[in-house]
């Protein structure tokens, strides 16, 4: 029995002496941010410590039930606190840090600083106070005497918690009335919407967020001569459509982002007013080439529609008006057909495929129509 004992005594002992040696002298690594020096914590490190802490701590919990624990239960305790608080401190610094980080971008220049200047002074005693603590951590980077043993960290952090909690609960606010004012941007993430909003003074920042706020919009072309003005949008496929009207980027990002958008919807209405009345007149090879695909289609659709319903009212005096309508939708379709086999760039070839799929589905609903007249 007393050999028994002294067997697993001595093997808390060596456990206890390796979880010592493991963390006593550990260290704390730190990366440099900018050029303004070492102010955050390594994130590789932080990731591989937090998982031997917890290991440590799994075993010293382990350890505190062993009943052969007598003659080191005081200093088995005493490391499962500091482990514990170690822990807790590292999980606090990297929300924090996460935090700083994330608000760092916003309140430390660009244009929500302005709009936002009580937070901005707010974040500027913040941004004082976590470098002051950060250089001095890395002055001095022992993992349990900067966590544990040296309270500084361990009652700045909650403090600087705190005060960043606030600095995002008025960002978050302000986001939400911009949102409101521009509702498009409730598509857009807050990192993206704070970029946005935060370059909206240079229109052509804006460029790689327009995907985002507006479907399958993905660049506007500014006037080479005029700075800040719009003559055209374009889509992720490359299909350019010019503005109906020149639009000038005036004001807040939000106010000129609503001008577009009236802009944009302004161009489309007139471009299918021109092809409605065109559809009917105009060869369809032209028709195709002179509007922007999703206005082709548009057209097509219109004419079937009108031709379909013509012919169902015309069947009453004329019998086979709806099979004249459907002899004429075979024909537009074959017409397509036609245009498809020949030489075409990618974007005309897809617009006629797409056309095409289209006219199928028409003429097969046409086709429905005459059988069940």
Known sequence: EMCSSAVKESEIEYKLEKIKGDWTYCTVSFANYKTKGKLLLDAKQMVTMQGDLEDSQMTLASLLTNRYNHSFKKELSEWYKRLSTVSEVLELWLTVQAMWHYLEVVFTGGDIAKQLPQETKRFAQINKAWSKMMHASAESPNLIRTCY??????????????????????????????RNLFPRFFFVSDPSILEILGQGSDPKTIQPHLGSVFDNVTRVTFHRITPGVIIAMSSAEGEEVPLKEQMVCEGNVEDWLAMLERAMIATLRSLMREASRAVRTTELQEFINRFPAQVAFFGLQLQWCQEMEGAMHASRTDKNSVKKA???????????????TRELPPMSRTTLE????QQVHQKDVSQELLLSK
């Open 149 to 178: 043993s040296d309270a500084s960290v361990q009652q700045t952090l909650p403090h600087l918690n705190q005060q960043l909690e606030l600095c995002q609960k008025s960002l978050s606010g302000y986001l939400e009335m911009k």
């Open 354 to 357: 797409t056309l095409i799929t």
């Open 326 to 340: 459907d002899m004429r939708v075979a024909a537009t379709l074959r017409e397509l057909v036609v245009l498809s």
